[in-house]
């Protein structure tokens, strides 16, 4: 099974803010990634999918990057909105896909 | 528009199985190259892959659940479901059904809140 490790676990941000958050495979996964964004209540959406590609509608204050073992999701400029928790999950085992353990988002 | 729609009890006993069901509306479950599947939420956790298959191929599952799981996809109703055993306090959790693809998944059911408790 591939494992998927993301941190940090949380990260407090204001307002503005660029806030970066880091996923890393157990194995090379060229840019099998996708990235989620999931609000209290509410289904994940998917943001970013192939590490780098944005998703329909999403803003582009949001991007990815990276390949084979490491991956950023890079938000620049924190918005109200952005208050989430956030996974990644790996696509090169598909149909079988694992994802990271969330990166909380939150108010500073 | 697509939508996914999960259906079954929301409370369980330990030791005996769940059902659930997904409904798929706006669109054939048969088309396109999608696979079909299920993830939960324990509470205050992550997400867990259960289980996803095409509509007309075999299951494939978790590694750590397989041996408890099962599904299925009902074309003329345009459904898939799972089955899940021998269930334990360590099954409750919400219950996402969702379409997959080889590069995301793109839409999600709004979930159900299984709760495994005598």
């Known amino acids: 099974d591939i494992q998927m490790t993301q941190f940090p676990s949380s990260v407090s941000a204001s307002l503005g803010d660029r806030v970066s958050i880091t996923c890393r495979a157990s194995?090379?996964?060229?840019?099998?990634l996708a990235w989620y964004q999931q609000k209290p209540g509410k289904a994940p959406k998917l943001l970013i999918s192939?590490?780098?590609s944005l998703e329909s509608g999403v803003p582009s204050r949001f991007s990815g990057g990276g390949s084979g073992t490491h991956f950023t999701l890079t938000i620049s400029s924190l918005q109200p909105e952005d208050f989430a928790t956030y996974y990644c999950q790996q696509a090169i085992s598909f149909p079988h896909v694992t994802f990271g353990g969330g990166t909380k988002v939150e108010l500073k | 528009q697509l939508q996914l729609q999960e259906s079954g009890p929301g409370l369980v006993k330990p030791s005996e199985t769940l059902s659930l069901t997904c409904t798929v509306s706006g669109g054939s479950i048969t088309s396109g190259t999608y696979y079909w599947g299920w993830i939960r939420q324990s509470p205050g956790k992550g997400l867990e892959s259960i289980g996803n298959m095409y509509y007309s191929g075999r299951p494939s599952f978790n590694p750590s659940l397989r041996s408890r799981a099962t599904m299925s996809v009902d074309t003329s109703k345009n459904q898939f479901s799972l089955s899940l055993t021998s269930l334990t306090a360590a099954d409750t959790a919400v219950y996402y059904c969702a379409r997959l693809t080889n590069w995301g998944i793109e839409q999600w059911g709004q979930g159900t809140l299984v709760s495994v408790s005598s």
């Open positions: 194995q090379g996964i060229s840019t099998w």
């Open positions: 192939s590490a780098s």
